[in-house]
């Protein structure tokens, strides 16, 4: 059964009113996004202000991380140029002829190039999307190939993103610890002892595109997943798609906003706030008419190779760790293989609604 990959490739997707079978999502009742409230007013995650940052915002800043698992920030210090210019490299990227694409996919043992999403494997149907994974440095023989003259321009942008995007996740992980009382001083992390192999940096970068759709309602851009992260920054072009899980009211909606930065929490601030903030389901959906394009800052947390678990101020002296400890490459591997019960699968005390 061919991926969407290969029916870019191909050319096959482009002149479709119908989507293949394969793609086609079993669409129930409470997937679909709830109307507006009764008040006229779709509420989604909040948007908040980190231009000067003080009490206030890391109140609001905690307050979105428990109700929602996510926000937008405003004034977060990324330059709109840098914005721009790795959205215009990814569109770039994915303008280019099938052929050229297939040529930098990921191989069999490396997780950085063009392909899939890793989660795809445990879904039936394929989705409407293609994406490129930047999660070391083998992304530049990728590059190399993709773009012989100009590759050395791409690259410098690429790490430019990296080094400013995780120097606002540091900021964003301060503040969402001060909301829960304590500091980066509080983890006491722990050095894995003994553990080689390829290193792993400390954020990954997957670029995401959505090619129009005739069928939007029966499709999936990227299926509903957490991510296996200490938090996720998302800046997406200006056609919406993203989506975010609140138990309360289904699905909803979370638009574009000019210059705004999505936050999302991921798996690891999720055990090292030993479940007080949870992590944020979400997905994408696809546009009739218009494509779309994401960018996913996937960051590891402030420290490299070491043992996360639940901070033990947060759980307090008479509370339970829920969590046994996890380096960041050992819950990939996990997550690689179960999933969405990767967190079930390292909790030591039984989840009473199991
Ligand atoms: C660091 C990583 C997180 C990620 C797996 C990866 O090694 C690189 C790609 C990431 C991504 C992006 C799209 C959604 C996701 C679930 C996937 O399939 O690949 C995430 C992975 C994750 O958070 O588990
Ligand atoms: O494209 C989006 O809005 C979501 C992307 C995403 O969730 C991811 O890359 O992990
Ligand atoms: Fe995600």
Same mark, same amino acid.
């Given at each position: ?10 050319? +096959? ?7 293949? $079978?394969?793609? @086609? ?29 003080? %009490?206030?915002?890391?109140?609001? !800043? ?11 920030? %405003? ?29 930098? &996919?990921?191989? $069999? ?22 994406? /490129? @994974? !930047? &999660? ?26 990296k080094d400013e995007m995780e120097k606002l996740a540091n900021r964003l992980l301060c503040c969402i610890l001060g909301s829960l009382g304590v500091t980066v001083d509080d983890i006491g992390w722990g050095q894995k002892a003994g553990n080689s192999g390829t290193k792993l940096e400390r954020g990954a970068i997957r670029l995401n595109h959505y090619p129009v759709c005739p069928e939007p309602e029966r499709a999936m851009g990227l299926a509903a997943h957490t991510d ?42 999720? !055990? ?14 696809? +546009?009739?008419?218009?494509?779309? !394009? ?8 402030? %420290? ?22 996890? @380096? ?10 179960? /999933?969405?019960?990767?967190?079930? &699968? ?7 609604? $199991?």
């Amino acid at each position: 059964m061919p991926s969407i990959t290969e029916e870019i490739c191909t050319g +096959n997707l482009g002149s479709l009113q119908t989507i293949p $079978d394969s793609f @086609t999502w079993n669409v129930t009742a409470e997937d679909s996004v709830l109307p507006p409230s009764s008040a006229g007013v779709e509420e989604s995650i909040p948007v908040i202000d980190l231009s000067d940052p003080d %009490a206030t915002t890391i109140q609001l !800043i905690g307050n979105a991380c428990q109700t929602w698992g996510a926000f937008q920030v %405003a004034n977060h210090g990324i330059s709109q140029k840098l914005l721009d210019d790795i959205e215009s490299l990814s569109k770039t990227l994915f303008d280019m002829p099938s052929e050229r694409k297939l040529e930098a &996919a990921s191989s $069999d043992k490396g997780i950085s190039g063009y392909g899939e999403p890793r989660i795809s494997s445990f879904f039936e149907k394929k989705m409407w999307s293609e994406g /490129f @994974t !930047i &999660a070391d440095s083998s992304y530049r023989n990728h590059f190399i190939t993709l773009w012989p003259q100009d590759h050395t321009n791409y690259c410098r942008i690429v790490e430019e993103y990296k080094d400013e995007m995780e120097k606002l996740a540091n900021r964003l992980l301060c503040c969402i610890l001060g909301s829960l009382g304590v500091t980066v001083d509080d983890i006491g992390w722990g050095q894995k002892a003994g553990n080689s192999g390829t290193k792993l940096e400390r954020g990954a970068i997957r670029l995401n595109h959505y090619p129009v759709c005739p069928e939007p309602e029966r499709a999936m851009g990227l299926a509903a997943h957490t991510d296996s992260t200490m938090l996720t920054i998302l800046h997406q072009s200006n056609t919406g798609g993203l989506q975010v899980l609140r138990e309360e009211s289904g699905w909803v909606k979370v638009d574009p906003r000019p210059g705004n930065l999505v936050v999302n929490m991921g798996d690891l601030i999720h !055990i090292l706030s030993n479940g007080k903030i949870q992590s944020v389901v979400h997905r994408a959906k696809v +546009n009739q008419t218009r494509s779309r !394009i994401s960018i996913a800052y996937l960051w590891g947390g402030p %420290a490299g190779d070491v043992e996360i678990k639940p901070i033990s101020k947060i759980i307090g002296p008479l509370g339970t760790s829920l969590y046994r400890s996890v @380096t960041w490459k050992e819950y990939l591997q996990i997550k690689c293989e179960v /999933f969405d019960k990767a967190l079930d &699968a390292i909790r030591t005390v039984v989840n009473p609604s $199991d």
